[in-house]
């Protein structure tokens, strides 16, 4: 129990109302007490999911892939990570990469990450430097274009393997 002048102390600034009526704690206070634990709990939920995704994505690892096999055409690429998407068109033209067009590209702060593409099409080749602040979006990017230029390669593949049967 408190004492009784510390009691009085408390009742006059809580507008005559004790803060502490025989009990240890008052409601507002364990209202906070359960909502602050609870977004902590929620938090280190949320941290355990995404954490380890976010490790992925910077182990994304582009391939080399020489331009020069794949077929002249229109290939479809796609790739996703944690907070990062992207879908593209690559059009390959005389063993060259012609164009890269853009369908979609889902990010947080990436939207620099897009000048990447226009380095493949100066470098010809996905061996190119990630943008700086941009770099999981670089590399989604990146990884959407080698889809698409696997695909093309598959596609080749599949048209020789049909071929010699």
Do not use: W
Not at 93 to 106: F, G, N, P, T, V
């Amino acid at each position: 129990m408190l004492p009784v002048s510390l009691y009085n102390k408390y009742k006059s600034m809580n507008r005559g109302k004790p803060v502490m009526k025989g009990k240890f704690i008052n409601k507002p206070v364990l209202t906070f007490i359960i909502t602050s634990t609870v977004v902590i709990l929620v938090s280190a939920l949320v941290g355990m999911v995404l954490v380890p995704e976010a490790l992925k994505t910077e182990r994304i690892e582009i391939e080399t892939i020489d331009v020069s096999k794949v077929p002249d055409g229109t290939y479809y690429g796609s790739f996703e990570s944690v907070l990062t998407s992207a879908r593209v068109l690559v059009t390959v033209e005389d063993q060259r990469i012609a164009d890269i067009d853009l369908i979609d590209h889902e990010h947080s702060n990436g939207a620099p990450a897009e000048r990447v593409l226009d380095r493949v099409l100066d470098e010809q080749c996905l061996g190119v430097d990630t943008v700086s602040g941009a770099t999981t979006s670089s590399k989604v990017l990146l990884k959407a274009v080698e889809n698409a230029l696997n695909y093309g390669l598959e596609e080749c593949e599949e048209r020789k393997t049909e071929g010699e049967t």
